[in-house]
């Protein structure tokens, strides 16, 4: 089979002696509340930042982390084929020309979740742990072998959760199967704080007056989010653009280069715009 | 056995599967039909939070199935539409709790009780898919002009094409403003991609997000003009041919009226 | 040059963007979910290679690759031997290809490769390597072909088959 390998993506190198990386699962219970956008978006930011990062979607059959990434065509192999040995993992990641830093483990499209052995997905983290700064995990939605799959080898653990009352009960529910031993941080996605103000959306105090999380940061609803999908285009990557740079801000409290708390966007009225207050 | 058993899935999560039952039910309720609801997203339910029963549960449809209880006990009356029920799914269970042949009885009961049975099917398409389709004799499919929700909603299709399961399709959460900026998939972009039959237009409505909160099925509200569009979803339903100029000029729909004829 | 006038004539919509990589990223779904499909073009394909040359059929291989810009089917068929020229090919030869910017396609083995062009469902077209160009059929092949100079006995022959991108004018 010619599967020529294209020049430029040199695998990175396993390090003689280094720090062991951090092993992230980004999960959420409920579908659609951002987590492969927050997954993208958290790893190009990490990695854009200096740090070794390589991304794992662990929702095998209805895999998107590619295509959100723009690397849907870069794709060879997946994780099956690394736990089936087929290939080697360094076969299997994907390089993102962009962010050199960056490497893209896909799930297998045409599989199933109870197809990935869970051990040999913790051990799979675990090897990855040994070579990347941050291991970060795509979840898919439930709460089935897909999400016990993907918080194997996982000690850390990001709960995105929209502020929407299916959303807060979905996240209440994987909190709670996340357990004691994991740290487990919030990020509250596509807040619309006009709606918040009128009293037509939960705010992040009441998403979290129930969730109980510390709080990593909070991401207004944009549109840009829709346009940077369409093209494939992280939104981190974007110098220009707020969700951007709550993302980038994001990282960098993973990181723990930022140490203030996360800002709520809020609806800037002009007092706000002139004063450049801030709550 | 008369009744017509309709899943809605998508293979994503998030673009509107239970929103859509609540409300289609709701709206079938309204024009005279017998509806129940089923809620096939067992560990994760939502179906009763988005119609405002949660509090009234007392049995679920993993004890109907275990024999705990006659599954007229499970059912809960909507209480501003007589001819509207629900079953609840469980919450501490998870989707492994009942098997295909089981949700399939189930269905095939309620069959008898009414004119519709919708299900409401879980993100994915594994086992909780499988469950929810089991008992279904057509399928709505609900997808987000976005390119991962399309990416599933393809692989779904593909899924109810093996089953044999007819099937059509609502977009959800339309943003005309951005199909004009060119920011945002058309609703002809979508059923291009996925060759599939349309039955609605929804466009992204911001009072959907109150009104989940509270409880209350939007079509409730007859000043919405959700309320106007899933009569037409209805009507579609039917039989009737409607065409889709819900919210936007011909434009936008100019090939549809050959694709509604 | 695509890109170039692309840039030019303003940089297509982001919906525009969205289409095209959906329809490619479907049909890469679609045939990693149709082994069957997979497993008759083969055998088709290694059928029409087997009236020009002899091919060790075990060890044909073929998959489909998601490039950047459209799907190729990459084709791996060692070749063991030409047949009898005195036999005439079953199938016409096929159009010379008109010019295409793409970038050259990685190729690994060393030896003789055709690149012949095809929509999917189309019969891949392969060429002898002797034929000069002909006069093209009524319908033009989108095809290319690039052609090493050394023919060992035995090499494995690779044929790309670039199914056809539409192009701007379908979005």
Request: hydrophobic share 45%.
């Amino acid at each position: 089979m010619i599967n020529d390998v294209i020049a430029d993506e040199s695998p990175v190198a396993a390090p003689v002696a280094r720090k062991r990386g951090r092993a992230i699962v980004v999960t959420s219970g409920k579908g659609g509340v951002g987590k492969t956008t927050t997954t993208a978006n958290l790893g190009a930011a990490l990695a854009a930042g200096g740090a070794a990062v390589v991304l794992v979607d662990a929702d095998v059959g209805l895999r998107n982390l590619d295509i959100v990434l723009g690397l849907e065509a870069r794709v060879r192999h997946h994780v099956l084929d690394v736990l089936e040995q087929k290939v080697t993992l360094d076969e299997a990641l994907v390089a993102d020309k962009r962010v050199p830093k960056l490497r893209l483990l896909a799930a297998a499209q045409t599989r199933e979740k109870d197809d990935v052995d869970t051990e040999g997905f913790r051990g799979l983290i675990s090897s990855l742990r040994d070579r990347f700064d941050y291991v970060l995990i795509d979840c898919p939605a439930g709460i089935e072998k897909g999400f016990t799959n993907a918080i194997a080898g996982a000690d850390e653990a990001i709960v995105v959760c929209t502020p929407e009352v299916s959303a807060v009960r979905d996240a209440d529910r994987v909190v709670g199967l996340l357990g004691e031993n994991r740290s487990i941080k919030l990020i509250v996605n596509r807040l619309r704080p006009a709606l918040v103000k009128r009293g037509k959306m939960l705010s992040v105090d009441d998403v979290n007056g129930i969730l109980h999380l510390p709080l990593l940061g909070v991401i207004a609803d944009a549109p840009d989010v829709i346009v940077s999908t369409n093209k494939g285009e992280p939104v981190a990557l974007d110098p220009t653009s707020p969700v951007g740079e709550t993302y980038r801000a994001i990282a960098q409290r993973i990181t723990g280069a930022l140490t203030t708390a996360p800002e709520i966007p809020r609806e800037r009225s002009f007092l706000d715009k002139l004063f450049g207050s801030r709550r | 056995m008369n009744a017509r058993r309709i899943v809605l899935t998508s293979g994503k999560g998030g673009v509107g599967k239970t929103t859509t039952t609540a409300n289609l039910g709701a709206a079938l309720a309204k024009r005279g039909s017998r509806v129940v609801l089923v809620d096939a997203d067992i560990g994760l339910r939502n179906l009763d939070l988005v119609l405002g029963v949660e509090k009234r549960i007392v049995f679920d449809i993993v004890e109907v199935v275990e024999g705990r209880c006659q599954l007229r006990q499970a059912l809960i009356k909507d209480k501003r539409l007589d001819n509207l029920s629900i079953l609840p799914a469980a919450q501490t269970r998870d989707k492994t709790a009942v098997s295909e042949l089981q949700m399939s009885k189930v269905v095939a009961e309620l069959g008898e009780l009414c004119d519709f049975v919708l299900i409401d099917c879980p993100a994915g398409i594994e086992h909780g898919f499988r469950n929810a389709i089991a008992g279904a004799s057509e399928a709505i499919v609900v997808t987000t002009p976005e390119v991962s929700a399309i990416r599933d909603a393809d692989r779904v299709i593909g899924k109810l094409h093996e089953r044999g399961l007819p099937l059509r399709l609502i977009v959800n959460r339309l943003r005309p403003e951005m199909v004009r900026s060119g920011d945002m998939l058309s609703v002809d972009d979508v059923t291009d991609i996925l060759s599939a039959e349309l039955l609605g237009v929804v466009p992204d409505d911001e009072e959907v997000i109150d009104t989940t909160n509270r409880g209350e099925p939007i079509v409730l509200q007859p000043e919405s003009r959700l309320a106007a569009i899933y009569d037409k979803i209805c009507r579609r339903l039917d039989g009737e041919l409607v065409p889709f100029t819900e919210f936007s000029p011909p434009g936008f729909f100019g090939r549809l009226f050959r694709k509604a004829g | 040059m695509l890109e170039f006038l692309q840039r030019f004539f303003g940089r297509p919509s982001s919906s525009a963007t969205a289409k095209e990589r959906l329809r490619l990223v479907l049909l890469s779904d679609h045939l990693s979910l149709a082994p069957d499909v997979v497993d008759a073009l083969k055998y088709d394909l290694i059928e029409v290679i087997s009236r020009y040359c002899d091919v060790d059929v075990a060890h044909c291989d073929v998959t489909f690759e998601h490039q950047d810009k459209q799907i190729a089917m990459l084709a791996n068929i060692p070749i063991l031997g030409m047949r009898d020229r005195a036999k005439p090919p079953a199938a016409p030869p096929p159009a010379p290809p008109p010019p295409l910017a793409a970038e050259p396609l990685p190729l690994g083995a060393a030896g003789a490769t055709a690149l012949a062009g095809a929509a999917p469902a189309t019969e891949p077209v392969a060429e002898t390597p002797a034929e000069p160009a002909s006069p093209p059929p009524a319908k033009p092949a989108r095809k290319r072909r690039r052609r090493r100079p050394n023919a060992a006995p035995a090499t494995n022959g690779t044929t790309h088959a670039v199914p056809g991108t539409p192009g701007l004018s379908s979005i």
